[in-house]
């Protein structure tokens, strides 16, 4: 069996985008038959569930990593895709994984059966030491100057941990001011792997519960979501299986396979 394909959603600088690129691309690579596990790894402020309509998350990520749940039995549904959630519980208690509790969670996720599995992770720099095993992460960036810097240290985290990693433009307006792909490009020393546009329909999709992918897919931000998603289909060799309609897909959906 192939172990999961896992995929860190990281920025220096927060409030660029993560948890909203996370949430839609899990649901992205869901749509496409992949079996998807999206780990709500921000322990700070986890709000994946609140993005999904779920209900208050009271066994999650917290729970697994302090070895107080068993994974299987803290993932949640999301029943209009059948997506798997590793939601985060909101706590007064102050938390942080040790990196012993890490390497735990790590071999529990890559003896799972999911193709993909995403990580939304809390922003700043130390805290990317964090979540140890991933295929590789996407940084995650605005068109300012500050998310730019921020994000060429992060790289070098990176580059340190041997992880491969993209940056993610995502909230582009093309405005005067803004940074331009070929300024970042420029001061990064590579390319910019996805631009993801400033969209109404993000903020209005989240005020919904309902992630923008599926609220408007013929949303600007939702075709680019499309393509992002393409792309990480095709680093696995496991062949998407695609719920279809009828009493087949909905059981699918229900199960979540
Ligand atoms: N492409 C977009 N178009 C319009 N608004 C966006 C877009 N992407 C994100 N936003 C808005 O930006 C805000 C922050 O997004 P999000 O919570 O995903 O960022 P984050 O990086 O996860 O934040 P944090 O660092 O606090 O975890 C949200 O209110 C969301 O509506
Ligand atoms: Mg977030």
Known sequence: MAQPYTVRISSQKGGVGKTTIS?????????????????????????????????????????????????????????????????????????????????????????????????????????????????????????????????????????????????????VRSRRWELNVGEIEETYGSKVSAIFPEDDTVPMSIAAHIPAFLFNRRAPFSKGMERFSRGYSLRTEVRPNPPGSGIIGWLRRVIGY
Do not use: C
Not at 143 to 150: E, G, H, N, R
């Open 23 to 171: 949430v839609n691309l899990a649901v992205a690579l869901k749509r496409i038959g992949h079996k998807v596990l999206i780990v709500d790894a921000d322990y700070v402020n986890p709000v994946v569930g609140f993005h999904l309509g779920l209900e208050e998350i009271n066994r999650g990520f917290r729970s697994v990593m302090l070895g107080k749940a068993k994974l299987t039995n803290s993932v949640s549904i999301h029943s209009p895709t059948g997506l798997h959630v590793l939601g985060g519980e909101m706590t007064q208690k102050m938390f942080e994984p040790n990196q012993a509790q890490i390497r735990r969670f790590d071999n529990m996720l890559k003896g799972t059966a999911y193709d993909f599995i995403i990580i939304d992770t809390p922003p700043g720099f130390s805290t990317q030491n964090f979540f140890g095993y991933s295929n590789e992460a996407a940084i995650i960036i605005t068109p300012d100057l500050q998310a730019t810097a921020s994000a060429m240290r992060l790289s070098q985290i990176f580059d340190r941990l041997h992880l491969k990693h993209n940056i993610v433009l995502n909230r």
